[in-house]
């Protein structure tokens, strides 16, 4: 069973592209900056492990979130490169 191969629209796929790095680089930012610097008098009134939760942001939470980010775009571009037919 012969499949056809899919035709490439490369504007979708450029803006698909776009706007996910867009959106993760919005979390990454939210993350941070956000959590560890904008919004850390708020979130100190919380504690993981004893530490303030946003001197815990700004230590270790941002680099959990940042390795996370990795595997969530690895993860979804392949899923745009399947969408789109592109060999990656």
């Known amino acids: 069973m012969s499949a056809e191969p899919k035709t490439t629209d490369g504007r979708a796929y450029w803006r698909a592209t776009l706007r996910l790095t867009g959106g993760l680089l919005a979390v990454w930012f939210l993350v941070s900056y956000g959590a560890g610097i904008l919004f850390r008098d708020f979130l100190d009134r919380f504690a993981i492990g004893g530490a303030p939760l946003g001197f815990w ?7 959990y979130v940042f390795v996370a980010l990795i595997f969530v775009y690895c993860w979804a571009m392949l899923r745009l490169e399947r969408k789109y037919g592109v060999k990656g």
Not at 57 to 63: K, L, R, S, V, Y
Request: glycine fraction near 14%; charge should be neutral; hydrophobic fraction near 55%.
């Open 57 to 63: 942001f700004a230590q270790q939470g941002a680099i």
